[in-house]
């Protein structure tokens, strides 16, 4: 079991596989800088795709040796997004990276519906491992960044994501937290009835491989001291490995406090595509920059 | 001006004077204890009303001297809310206090029409002031118990309580961050139209005494880094002292997050009521307990 992001990032590389990157518009000081990490750990063979003048001249700047990487010209942003999306579509590459093009350009290449990245039918969404120093394992967060309002269905998909992605941090049967202010269901609470049928979805199957409750709040779902406390019965027990919360209103703002406040470190990726995706915020720290592509290597490893 | 929550205690006790309290159902170990020390601190003079065998008791077990407290009988639950709040009402007392009845009876008794608290019209609501390690100041943070969904009309009244009790913090002008996901406006996400109108109703001084933004994600409102990063344009500057949320599905998990990761205390008061009222979760630790009663006594103070 994978209890931090050092962990993580040791697992990717002890693997002994170079991840080939297709990155992007890859010619920012942050893009770059993330990924001379991730080669220098041994395990991304990075394909930069953008304006090579720049790239060399950034790369300098940097003072970061490009030798490992492979350097593809080409002139247009959103150009550089549909030439990435080809690369892992036909195989060349196993990763897609975003780098300094605006996320909606990039997206919309993700999303083409011929040629792009997307499951049929898959809904997109984003996972976050989180790391906390007062917390005694990684959290898995979701929805951090894509989905304003999930519905049922989309709420369904997230815990699908999250639950797959703990499978690979080697947690058999995670522990899935549905986030609420309270943990009575209630029709003026709507998200806290999604989170029952859920329950239901679960307990009959529906759900595989995992330990589901909610509505709980996060002192339920993170503090074994709490049921106790309430005198409230939960398989939870205070030790939930994720936490699915009900709007991205909830969750951005959840996540960003522990970043700022809690010492928080992350490793990302958007879900839902058939190859894992690496779409940072500039926010994150250098370190979270570098997890977030070692989660996209594991999720793109076979088993 | 006001920095720390043990600074808000010095502060109530420097003031010489001694805060009635009128306790409904005062009579378990978390109430008691949290009084205790609030009368040793030498502000705080409750009356405690419920059984009086009971109080005795859970006193002694405690080791608690409650010679300085007056004991009223009352053998009703719901009747010692009534009782309480009758004696806030005819001045026997300055401070309400719930004890260990459910808070759907204390608060009947509460927002009872012809016989509560409430000021006529006006909203209930709740605001905490958070102390982070990682932040230089207070944090000024609501709605984290009382409102779902607040509309326009109420989340101007939950910044307007926010503001005053910043006010009483000695902050002539706080900062004001509408928290959302994005700093975009959008009708994509309802609550930023309502920032929107907001930050016109401050600008054109419906909102008076503060210098409000929103919609912002928490980097913006709190990590001065933030702003330069992605070249917006706020005069919040990251230092923030009131953050405002959209919604109870929002706020609570972000400072129960914080309490649990961050290292938080909080004092927290309902709002909306002529005369300060504690209402206190049975989570918050033994600190927070004693500052939200701290918290009344600054706000039932005199200027």
């Not at 920012?28 to 750990?41: F, M, S, W």
């Not at 106790?228 to 939960?234: E, I, S």
């Amino acid at each position: 079991m994978i209890k931090t992001l050092d962990e993580l990032a040791v697992k990717v590389a002890d693997s002994g596989r170079k991840y080939r990157i297709a990155v992007a518009w890859g010619q920012d000081p942050n893009t770059l800088g993330a990924l001379d990490r991730a080669v220098k750990a041994g395990f991304a063979e990075p394909f930069l795709i953008g304006n090579r003048n720049r790239i060399e001249e950034e790369s300098d700047n940097l003072g970061i040796d490009i030798g490992s990487c492979t350097v593809i010209e080409e002139k247009d942003e959103a150009g550089s997004a549909v030439k990435a999306v080809e690369m892992v579509r036909d195989g060349s590459a196993d990763i897609l990276m975003k780098g300094a093009l605006g996320t909606d350009k990039f997206l919309k290449a993700v999303l083409d519906k011929s040629a792009g990245l997307m499951k049929p039918g898959a809904v997109m969404s984003y996972v976050c491992a989180v790391q906390l120093p007062e917390y005694h394992k990684l959290l898995f967060v979701t929805d951090t960044a894509v989905l304003p309002f999930p519905d049922l269905d989309q709420k369904v998909a997230m815990a699908n994501y999250a639950i797959e992605m703990a499978h690979r941090f080697g947690i058999v049967r995670p522990k899935v937290a549905l986030i609420s202010a309270t943990e009575k269901v209630s029709g003026r609470f709507p998200n806290t009835v999604d989170y029952a049928t859920m329950c239901k979805m679960a307990e009959k199957g529906q759900i595989k491989d995992c330990i589901m409750d909610g509505p709980v709040d996060i002192f339920l779902a993170c503090d074994p001291a709490s049921a106790p406390l309430k005198g409230v019965d939960t398989p939870l027990r205070g030790d939930a490995d994720i936490l699915l919360f009900p709007t991205l209103e909830s969750c951005n703002p959840f996540y960003k406090g522990l970043m700022l406040f809690g010492k928080g470190e992350l490793a990302g990726m958007l879900t839902g595509t058939t190859h894992p995706v690496v779409l940072m915020s500039r926010s994150e720290s250098e370190n979270s920059k570098f997890y977030c592509i070692a989660l996209s290597c594991l999720m793109a490893g076979g088993d």
